[in-house]
């Protein structure tokens, strides 16, 4: 019994024991869970950890955005090394480009013509490729280098500024997202926003911070008794008169006034060790072999020929005296013969003080190729139609740029003042285009208008009065307005005929439309605000727009309404870097979608939000995110059919969208490019010639050719004929070249893209001048291929029939004969790289696609004009005489395509369309 007993103890002691040692491995199991998994860290703990991480970075890459002083966005590539010192490059969408270098005391900017265009179209040539010290803030759109810092940078998100601590960022988490396949967070304190990475260590993958980006009214005082007056030079001998007069302005460029604390959003990085040693190296060499380098204002200089003429019998002798701002840079003795001249150029130099402009009165009436352009039909034009060249544009404070850009906008805006025009009426009309170009280039706004009323001709005036809206308009530009006019650009550059700053009178109406932007050809009225602050400004923007919208005499009839919001990349609202996704629950949230409950319907029909979400790397990219009141007001579901809808949308309403996407015809750039989750839609025209879902419509049969036909370059005929096909060809070679270096530079903005765009440029404008440089340059050598070589080749004796133009460019064939047996010949002409392309049929074929080189197309065509033939009698008498001979079997379809050559016409090939079944009347 004692035995068992003690046996029966020492069990129960070692079950104890490992009861205890299970209890122990349990705890340590605990502990062991606790330290391995640790709370996820909160946004103050996130913001501070980055920050931290930030301070110790031996510089800083930025690639983002920021807004100039009139409200232009810039993008922008730069190294910041700790010590301030400072390489990179700015560019803008219109080819702009610059580059910069920074050491600490001094900044050098070397920027391309059209960087200066925008800040001084009048002496662009002389500034481009050349290096400029300290340009004002204005120029660079940077709020000073030393902001960037990685300790400055950190100070800014600290909320330590110039005048110690503040009190810190309330940090709270905004969002998830992912950098180049890394999760990372979305932080935001209603001001500032942040992108972190998600897990340690802890790393700034994206800044955005907030500026002011209205521009400041500069200080111009009243100009001194030195330097105004007008200054006459009079020559007599005899009979002899020989005078020069002149007037203008010089207008300073460095040291403007500029926004406070201009904002950035951007991608942000450490460089390597060899990565900031290269960008000191580059601002050493630039620096070192710039020493001479002057600031902007003494860099712009008013030049001027002099041309002195003696329209007397005898000698006129004298002296030639010119005086600027206070200078005499020219007073120079002259003998000019009877009827005869003297040439004299005049330089002065820009004294006026930073910010301020003063005018200036030359001694003479001249021409100045270096400054007007090698254009003197041009000047004498103007002078033919009143306008007084040496006397300044608008007021005593307007830039005096006499540029040849500043002269084709001023012809683009007079082409009815002719010698029947009344005098009052030509004084108003001169005085007031004027005013306005002066008014665009003070306001920092001539680039987009030039490209509207200029490159495009895409400007539309319907009413007298509208020049008087239009001086009005642009004496004081928002940034709204700016906004509205880059994209009233863009749209005339895409072929739309466009109505801005004056209101709309539709032909054969007395009622009057008047908003931020018509788009006459997209048939819509835009009303855009653009907003810098915080999320009430985007709610209260979209409710004055919409409202803007709802009232009297603001929409034409049948027009969409369009309610645009276009954020600031520097915008304080969160808003301002979200994605699709993100931004249609937060309107939802904001309750937008009450205005799709209005008693007579939505009060809109499209809303578009402009964002800035950091693409795959981070970098902030420029997004139009489109709904309408249908997608606001659904339950959250499957949203791919909003987003193909979406970019069908800005197919046709995004011209920059369209061109990164789509070549000019509609074909995909990228067959496997998605957005938002979402394969680009393949596209399609409708019958008012806008772009529709392929997918949309049934398709009609498809095209079918016979075999190819090489007609070969050697039976073009005549030397005349072959010297104009060469011509065009060179011309398509050109015009692709200037489209592919602006691709590139706007795929990889750096120098040598820059100088390969540079040099596109300019040899387009030595051969096509200021033609816009769209699709119908390719198009005409299909075109003219056809008629001076294919046709007259292959189809002896054909008659050429002019047909009707039509209003939008579609509902018409490209040419059409009448051959020698009576049959007549239709011929699709197509450049080399151009395809048959689909449409939305008419009559029967309504309800599906139909293809070029098909009998769907052709009964397509030929029900648009019966539907013109009301107003256009010679549609329907066409339409009549084609109905006929496709009925009776007398109808041929081909296709004539050009041959790629490069800058030599290269033959095309000749194919018949099969547009009728084997035993139809009239064909085998």
Not at 75 to 94: H, I, K, N
Not at 530 to 547: E, I, L, M, R
Not at 685 to 699: A, G, Q, T, V, Y
Request: charged letters at 25%; one cysteine or more; a positive charge.
């Amino acid at each position: 019994m004692a035995e068992a007993l003690v046996r029966l103890v020492n069990s129960r002691r070692r079950y104890w024991r490992w009861g205890v040692l299970a209890l122990v491995m349990v705890l340590v199991g605990g502990l062991l869970t606790f330290v391995l998994r640790p709370r996820e860290k909160t946004p103050p703990q996130l913001a501070a950890a980055a920050t931290k991480s930030l301070r110790a970075w031996r510089g800083v890459t930025y690639a983002g955005t920021t807004v100039d002083g009139n409200g232009v966005i810039i993008g922008f590539r730069l190294t910041v090394a700790r010590d301030g010192t400072a390489y990179g490059t700015l560019s803008r969408d219109s080819g702009a480009f610059a580059e910069l270098a920074v050491r600490p005391g001094r900044t050098l900017l070397r920027g391309n013509g059209r960087w200066w265009f925008e800040h001084e179209p009048g002496s662009a040539d002389v500034l481009a490729k050349t290096w400029v010290a300290d340009p004002p803030q204005s120029v660079t759109g940077l709020d000073g280098l030393s902001r960037m810092t990685p300790a400055a940078l950190a100070d800014a998100l600290t909320g330590k500024g110039a005048d110690g601590p503040s009190e810190p960022p309330a940090w709270r988490q905004g969002g998830i997202t992912s950098v180049n396949g890394r999760p990372a967070k979305l932080l935001t304190n209603g001001t500032l926003r942040i992108l972190v990475t998600a897990s340690a260590p802890y790393r700034l993958l994206s800044v955005g911070l907030p500026g002011d980006a209205e521009p400041q009214e500069p200080a111009t005082p009243e100009p001194t008794p030195d330097s105004s007056g007008a200054r006459t030079a009079a020559f007599r001998s005899g009979p002899s008169d020989a005078a020069v007069r002149a007037a203008g302005h010089v207008r300073a460029a460095a040291g403007e006034p500029a926004p406070a604390d201009s904002g950035l959003s951007s991608a942000v990085s450490e460089p390597d060790k060899a990565g900031v040693e290269s960008t000191t190296e580059a601002v050493r060499r630039v620096d070192a072999s710039n020493e001479q380098a002057e600031p902007l204002s003494r860099r712009v200089a008013a030049q001027t020929d002099v041309t002195v003429t003696n329209q007397g019998t005898t000698a006129a002798s004298g002296t030639v005296i010119v005086t600027v701002a206070g200078q005499t840079p020219l007073n120079t003795a002259v003998s000019v013969p009877p009827e005869g001249s003297r040439t004299l150029t005049a330089t002065a130099t820009n004294t006026a003080p930073p910010g301020q402009t003063i005018p200036v009165t030359w001694s003479a009436v001249f021409y100045a190729p270096d400054v007007m352009g090698n254009d003197p039909a041009l000047v004498r034009r103007l002078m033919g139609r009143g306008f007084q060249l040496n006397e300044p544009l608008g007021d005593q404070r307007a830039n005096d740029s006499k540029s040849r850009p500043v002269l084709q906008l001023l012809d683009a805006m007079t082409p009815d003042i002719g010698p029947r025009t009344s005098p009052q009426l030509r004084k108003d009309r001169i005085d007031k285009v004027g005013r306005t170009v002066a008014n665009l280039v003070q306001q920092g706004a001539f680039e987009p208008f030039y490209d509207l009323a200029v490159n495009t001709d895409g400007l539309q005036i319907t009413a007298v009065t509208g020049f008087a809206e239009l001086e009005a308009r642009t004496a004081r530009l928002t940034i709204s307005d700016r906004r509205t006019l880059e994209h009233a650009s863009d749209l005339a550059r895409a072929g739309n005929k466009i109505v801005w700053g004056t209101t709309y009178t539709p032909v054969g109406s007395t009622d009057g439309y008047k908003a931020d932007l018509q788009n006459l050809t997209g048939k819509q009225t835009i009303q855009l605000k653009a907003v810098s602050g915080g999320t009430d400004a985007v709610v209260d923007d979209f409710a004055k727009a919409v409202g803007e919208l709802s009232g009297d005499g603001v929409v034409p009839p049948g027009f969409e309404k369009v309610a645009w919001i276009d954020i600031d990349p520097n915008a304080s609202t969160a808003l301002a870097g979200s994605d699709r996704q993100a931004l249609v629950k937060e309107l939802k949230k904001l309750k937008l979608d009450t205005y799709c409950r209005g008693t007579n319907g939505p009060a809109f029909d499209t809303a578009v939000f402009t964002t800035y979400p950091p693409g795959p790397d981070g970098t902030p990219r420029r997004t139009n995110n489109v709904f309408t009141c249908r997608e606001l007001l659904s339950s959250p579901v499957d949203h791919r059919k909003h987003i193909q809808d979406e970019m069908v949308w800005k197919a046709n309403n995004d011209p920059v969208w369209f061109s990164g996407n789509y070549d000019s015809i509609g074909r995909r750039l990228n067959k496997a490019a998605t957005e938002n989750g979402v394969g680009l839609p393949q596209l399609a025209r409708d019958n008012e010639n806008h772009w529709i879902s392929k997918s949309k419509l049934p398709l009609a049969p498809g095209v079918k050719l016979s075999p190819a036909k090489f007609v070969g370059p050697g039976s073009v005929g005549d030397r005349k004929r072959s010297g104009l096909l060469d011509r065009i060809a060179d011309h398509r070679k050109t015009s692709m070249e200037l489209t592919n270096a602006e691709r590139k530079f706007r795929k990889t903005p750096d120098a040598a893209t820059e100088r390969n765009l540079d040099k596109a440029r300019q040899m387009y404008r030595k051969e096509l001048g200021v033609t816009p440089n769209n699709s119908s340059i390719a198009e005409r050598l299909g075109e003219s291929a056809a008629r001076y070589h294919v046709v007259p080749e292959e189809f002896r004796g054909a008659e050429w029939i002019p047909l009707p133009r039509t209003s939008n460019g579609a509902d018409m064939f490209d040419q059409l004969y009448r051959l020698k047996d009576g049959e007549l010949l239709v011929v699709e002409a197509k450049a080399p790289s151009g395809e048959l392309s689909w449409r939305q049929g008419k009559g029967r074929h309504k309800n599906r696609l139909v293809q070029q080189g098909t009998r769907e197309y052709v009964e397509t065509i030929i029900e648009a004009m019966w539907e013109r033939a009301t107003k256009s009698p010679r549609d329907g008498k066409l339409a009549h005489d084609l109905k006929e001979a496709l009925d009776h079997g007398k109808l041929r379809y081909v296709l004539v395509k050009a041959k790629d050559g490069g800058s030599s016409y290269a033959g095309a090939t000749l194919q018949e369309c099969v547009i009728y079944q084997p035993g139809a009347a009239g064909r085998p």
